[in-house]
């Protein structure tokens, strides 16, 4: 539900002609969208930087609880009792091309 939701909030503020879409500008419409239906966590996958930031709404502001980085098994704050291996959710990088 969240995820569509989401999808068309995207869509319709990111689809016009011209619009391109960076860190800052999901940042600044997703947060205030995930906090006005009271999503308590969430997490801000960086793709380029292979970070996983997560974040936990306190009070109406978004609190930093954790950071996961290019990691085989990764324990992100609000999952921990899982291991996560964000090293799979990354296209591989040019480094590392034959």
């Known amino acids: 539900m969240i995820e569509g939701a989401c ?30 239906i009271k999503v308590a966590v969430a997490w801000l996958v960086g793709a380029e930087s292979r970070l996983v930031f997560e974040h936990r709404l306190d009070a109406g502001e978004w609190r930093p609880i954790g950071t996961c980085s290019d990691e085989a098994e990764a324990r992100i704050p609000s999952f921990d009792a899982v291991p996560l291996n964000i090293t799979a959710w990354w296209m591989p990088s040019e480094e590392s091309s034959p």
């Open 7 to 36: 999808r068309h909030l995207v869509e319709d503020r990111m689809g016009r002609t011209g619009a391109r879409w960076s860190t800052a500008d999901a940042e600044a419409i997703l947060r205030p969208f995930y906090a006005r």
